[in-house]
């Protein structure tokens, strides 16, 4: 059994959304409700988030971005509310996937997965978007290399394409960004000629899903097409952006996957169906979205298992 780390703090309910907005505190609590009742919460290795420095965040984002934050409260944009507490909620987040890292670093864990929120994947250099403050795996990703991790790859399966992440790599031969996402559908990028920039060219990979399709089309492409990008990249560490709107239950998108799909997306990526496995690669995991609960907590737990499995 791998050795997995589960990265959650109460602070993280502290980021307050108005009365029916869909990304609320009740996510986590019921993720945790769910984990706790099963067998998997005792075989975690329960990890508490520390706050990020300023250094780490401006990392991916601008400085006037950060200042301006700390003091903001309110709509940030039509879908992004900033409460009282958000800006420290966000500093953990971040933080909860710099913990991470360090851990498997030290081979404290070999894999780990950060129940937080805000979530990160929409939030550009210099702004808050779609539900996201901070880009918490970007932010992880400029951490790893930091600690020595030379090559990240990036995989996110969330149902909407992760804009923030793939414009601060774009031009970046050093990170890999991988998405599966609804197109068209928010935020609106994602094509799949969109493939990085400059040095950056080849080391974005978009593959757009229309409305309505479900687990054929994901397991094409996470079992016959990632495998073979992450072989060729030669990653140190591979973050996920772990996305569970595209569950066929999700209220906000019309990705049809089932649990047995999302099982064939994790396999896919720990590299466990094919013969490129890298047993020692270390995987750290961020909730991004998720909206129907019951179908939330499943996912994650579905997730555990997979990243607990030899
Ligand atoms: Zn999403």
């Known amino acids: 059994m791998k050795k997995v780390g589960f990265v959650y703090d109460y602070i993280f309910l502290k980021h307050e959304m108005p009365a029916g907005h869909p990304e609320s505190s009740q996510r986590l609590v019921h993720i945790v409700d769910t984990l706790r009742n099963s067998d998997v919460w005792d075989k975690l290795i329960h990890l508490k988030p520390r706050r990020a420095g300023e250094e780490d965040i401006v990392a991916v984002h601008t400085k006037s971005y950060f200042d301006m934050v700390k ?120 094509k799949d000629t969109e493939r990085g920039k400059g040095k950056g060219e080849g080391s974005t990979y978009n593959i757009p899903m229309s409305n309505g399709v479900g687990d054929k089309d994901y397991i094409y492409a996470y079992r016959d097409i990632l495998p073979g990008l992450i072989k060729n990249f030669r990653p140190d560490i591979v973050l996920v952006s772990a996305g569970y709107d595209i569950h066929v239950h999700d209220p906000l998108s019309g990705i ?55």
């Open 256 to 310: 049809r996957v089932t649990g047995e799909g999302l099982k064939n997306i994790l396999r896919g990526i720990l590299l466990r169906s094919t013969t490129t496995y890298m047993p020692y690669l270390p995987y750290v995991f961020a909730l991004e979205g998720g909206y129907d609960l019951h179908a939330l907590g499943e996912s994650v737990l579905c997730t555990l298992n997979e990243l607990m499995a030899d």
């Open 71 to 190: 003091e903001f409260t309110g709509y940030f944009d039509p879908d992004t509310y900033i409460s009282g507490n958000s800006f420290e909620a966000a500093m953990y987040a971040a933080g909860a996937v710099i913990e991470a890292i360090d851990k498997c670093k030290r081979g404290e864990v070999e894999r780990a997965f950060c129940a937080v929120r805000p979530p990160g994947h929409h939030a550009e250099a210099d702004r808050a978007m779609g539900f996201c403050i901070f880009n918490n795996v970007a932010v992880g990703a400029r951490y790893a290399q930091k600690l020595g991790y030379r090559k990240v790859f990036i995989v996110d399966f969330d149902v909407h394409h992760g804009n923030g992440t793939q414009h601060m790599f774009e031009e970046d031969d050093t990170v890999f960004y991988f998405s599966t996402h609804q197109y068209p559908h928010y935020p609106g990028t994602g």
